[in-house]
């Protein structure tokens, strides 16, 4: 493993993976640039390069075995991984309403959201297991608390109807405590951020919060103590119930 401690960020070309990457760059670790778009992908490096980052740029595409396990061949050249922060995701887009929705946008979202996260850490675990403090980061969403959805009446409380974003990512919090359970005996710690309504591209930019903002639950799971949670749901006010 390298001395650096080296992060890869999906869906970090921009918005709230893009401020993860530099969060976590500013605190002078090596940082993947993870994302499928070649051309955004090296303009994220290039700037977070001109400000201080040690930052790669890493051709990744969750849904695509081949590009997946490129990567992880390209991590293991470029010193090992330390962290892996899984952003990358997907909307379906609106409206999503159970009646009208297609099977097809369904499929989408867990195909990015759940099958692209259990697709990258698994071919990652290789190389983090190697790792001294290997953190895992799922990116989730408040909108994935069954609890919260339950907890009121008002049909929009939590959002907008979603029948494809939402239990994606109640899919993913289930996903990631399996993950806990069978990883428990290791080293690596595995937990589930979520942003907040970030003002980002996914949501028109009609959230409340910025990417900076967004980015911060990330870095500080990313950055745990050895002795920290692992298997845990949370928010910058902390854990979120289930």
């Known amino acids: 493993m390298s001395e650096k401690t080296i992060a890869l960020v ?4 921009k918005g709230i993976g893009y401020e993860i ?3 976590l760059g500013a605190r002078g670790w090596k940082v ?3 994302a499928r778009d070649d051309a955004r992908r090296e303009e994220a490096v290039e700037k977070l390069r001109a400000d201080g ?4 740029g890493v051709p990744l595409d969750v849904t695509d075995d081949a590009s997946v396990t490129a990567a992880a061949r390209l991590l293991e050249e470029q ?4 962290v892996l922060v899984n952003n990358a995701g997907v909307t379906g887009g609106l409206p999503q309403n159970p009646t009208e929705v297609s099977v097809e946008t ?3 979202a867990v195909e990015v959201n759940v099958f692209g996260v ?3 850490i698994n071919a990652m675990l290789p190389l983090l297991r190697r790792s001294s403090s290997p953190r895992i980061v799922n990116m989730s969403s408040s909108v994935g608390s069954l609890a919260r959805q339950t907890a009121t009446d008002d049909p929009l409380a939590v959002g907008p109807l979603s029948v494809a974003y939402s239990p994606s990512k109640t899919y993913l919090n289930a996903v990631t405590i399996q993950y806990a359970k069978e990883l428990r005996d290791t080293d690596i710690l595995i937990n589930l951020g979520c942003p907040g309504f970030v003002a980002t591209d996914l949501n028109g930019f009609r959230g409340v919060r910025t990417p900076e903002e967004g980015a911060r639950i990330a870095i500080t799971l990313a950055t ?3 002795d920290g949670p692992t298997g845990g749901y949370f928010e910058d006010a902390g854990p979120i119930p289930w």
Do not use: I
């Not at 999906?10 to 070309?13: D, F, L, R, S, Y």
């Open 21 to 23: 990457a530099a969060g």
């Open 79 to 82: 010193g090992g991984l330390d």
């Open 10 to 13: 999906t869906g970090a070309n």
């Open 53 to 56: 980052v040690d930052a790669f």
């Open 118 to 120: 259990v697709r990258t």
């Open 106 to 108: 369904m499929r989408e």
């Open 224 to 226: 745990l103590p050895d």
């Open 32 to 34: 993947g640039v993870g």
